[in-house]
């Protein structure tokens, strides 16, 4: 069972903080790796994707890959009330031409008080 | 129209009933997906199509039932459906063919079984 796994949450930081989301999952021959971020009631918007191991930074976003350790996690800098939501983690251990079937996690559920 | 198309927004059915939830993409992408969101629980992965053809089904009980008429246009076919299955019904879409295409949410069908 390919599982991904992440802290519910609720994760509670102050405006202008650095937000720390994290998401490990268990099947080592995964590919690529997303975040997404889904507001009450709305469906999931992309953030962004990694495919390598390190850093792969898109404003105030920062994806951190570590395949050995099988760990991916998303840095909010300078977190700003908007960014309240629930943040999903995403894997694609089952690519193939096909599509991209992605096993998500449960989310973590960011808020950011002014 | 853009993006990834859902309706109805809404729906509340009997447990005898029969309905269908519809999804339209406008991205040229050629796979689709049927994703089911309960709550307290991850993201589930019950239908992908590419090309019009399914080429996954994760053990899905059949009164769900998906129909791919084209590679635009997915529909899932519902009848005497069980209270246990009322949550919410996202439709999406990717470009199938690279471990790395994300996937484009519609806005999901919140459906009610009573």
């Known amino acids: 069972q390919k599982e991904v796994e992440q802290n519910s949450g609720p994760l509670s930081v102050p405006e202008g903080a650095i937000a720390s989301l994290n998401c490990t999952y268990s099947d080592r021959g995964s590919q690529s790796f997303f975040w997404y971020r889904q507001y009450s009631g709305k469906s999931p918007e992309l953030i962004m994707f990694i495919y390598s191991n390190g850093d792969k930074e898109d404003g105030r976003f920062t994806a951190q890959l570590n395949k050995a350790s099988q760990y991916v996690s998303l840095l909010i800098r300078d977190s700003q009330p908007s960014d309240s939501a629930t943040y999903l983690c995403?894997?694609?251990?089952?690519?193939?031409?096909?599509?991209?079937?992605?096993?998500f996690g449960k989310g973590t559920t960011l808020s950011v008080s002014s | 129209e853009t993006g990834v198309t859902q309706t109805p927004r809404h729906l509340v059915m009997g447990m005898t009933n029969k309905k269908s939830l519809k999804c339209e993409q406008h991205?040229?992408?050629?796979?689709m997906y049927w994703y089911k969101q309960s709550a307290k629980k991850p993201l589930e992965l019950m239908f992908v199509?590419?090309?019009?053809?399914?080429?996954e089904n994760n053990s899905v009980p059949s009164r769900f039932s998906p129909e791919c008429p084209n590679s635009s246009h997915l529909f899932l076919h519902l009848h005497t459906l069980q209270p246990e299955d009322s949550a919410l019904y996202l439709c999406?879409?990717?470009?199938?063919?690279?471990?790395?295409?994300?996937?484009?949410f519609g806005n999901g069908t919140r459906l009610t079984v009573t």
């Open positions: 991205l040229g992408h050629n796979a």
């Open positions: 199509y590419s090309l019009e053809e399914r080429v």
């Open positions: 995403a894997v694609n251990s089952g690519f193939n031409q096909a599509g991209t079937a992605l096993i």
């Open positions: 999406a879409s990717s470009q199938g063919g690279s471990p790395n295409s994300p996937l484009h």
